[in-house]
T-cell receptor, first 116, second 114 residues
Framework: GAVVSQHPSRVICKSGTSVKIECRSL??????MFWYRQFPKKSLMLMATSNEGSKATYEQGVEKDKFLINHASLTLSTLTVTSAHPEDSSFYIC????????????FGPGTRLLVL | AQTVTQSQPEMSVQEAETVTLSCTYDTSESDYYLFWYKQPPSRQMILVIR??????QNATENRFSVNFQKAAKSFSLKISDSQLGDAAMYFC???????????FGTGTSLTVIP
């Protein structure tokens, strides 16, 4: 099946710093990618929809200046957590939809962020 | 927004036995897709099975099958001959035919007892 990678898999940073997470579709083109946040033993919460070549669409309650999304190519979307604080600590998951194959979303392995 | 409900936060099954996980959803659409995803301890989301709403036949993938009841807006997952590797969180998800967004249920944690 299609593969989506995320980097880094885990990151620890100091409060106030910014962290960038990359999401790549390895063997397909993804016009649209999605960023989720997941708290322990909870469901996935959609943060934003990343659109190649245009601005991301953020879900209600998600600060766009806090969580910067860039989707500069058909295979790469990045999420930057700016001025991270301990409450931003979470598991972040991206997914991508194969532009040519439609329905299924393929998920990355996730990034565990810990802000000290 | 659409809602997806999984009423069983936790389930357990004896190895080699069969277990059914429940999912209901709310929609006014007639054409949509339903999915079951598995999230093992590694936290990698893995697609288990999918169902197109326009298909009456229930989807089947090896030991995994669904019972899709469109009128009742129910989409349960049956796991036959349960294996230790089936232990995971299972999420039911809904997607409109014309949309991109997935709506996830709250998940069911499945334990497989040796």
């Amino acid at each position: 099946g299609a593969v989506v990678s995320q980097h880094p898999s885990r990151v620890i940073c100091k409060s106030g710093t910014s962290v960038k997470i990359e999401c790549r579709s390895l063997d397909f083109q993804a016009t649209t990618m999605f960023w989720y946040r997941q708290f322990p033993k909870k469901s996935l919460m959609l943060m934003a929809t990343s659109n190649e070549g245009s601005k991301a669409t953020y879900e209600q309650g998600v600060e766009k200046d806090k969580f910067l999304i860039n989707h500069a190519s058909l295979t790469l979307s990045t999420l930057t957590v700016t001025s991270a604080h301990p409450e931003d600590s979470s598991f972040y998951i991206c997914s991508a939809r194969d532009t040519l194959a439609g329905v299924i979303q393929y998920f990355g392995p996730g990034t565990r962020l810990l802000v000290l | 927004a659409q809602t997806v409900t999984q009423s069983q936060p936790e389930m357990s099954v004896q190895e080699a036995e069969t277990v059914t996980l429940s999912c209901t959803y709310d929609t006014s659409e007639s054409d949509y897709y339903l999915f079951w995803y598995k999230q093992p301890p590694s936290r990698q989301m893995i697609l288990v099975i999918r169902q197109e709403a326009y298909k009456q036949q229930n989807a089947t993938e090896n030991r995994f099958s669904v019972n899709f009841q469109k009128a009742a807006k129910s989409f349960s997952l049956k796991i036959s001959d349960s294996q230790l590797g089936d232990a995971a969180m299972y999420f039911c998800a809904y997607r409109e035919n014309t949309g991109n967004q997935f709506y996830f249920g709250t998940g069911t944690s499945l334990t497989v007892i040796p």
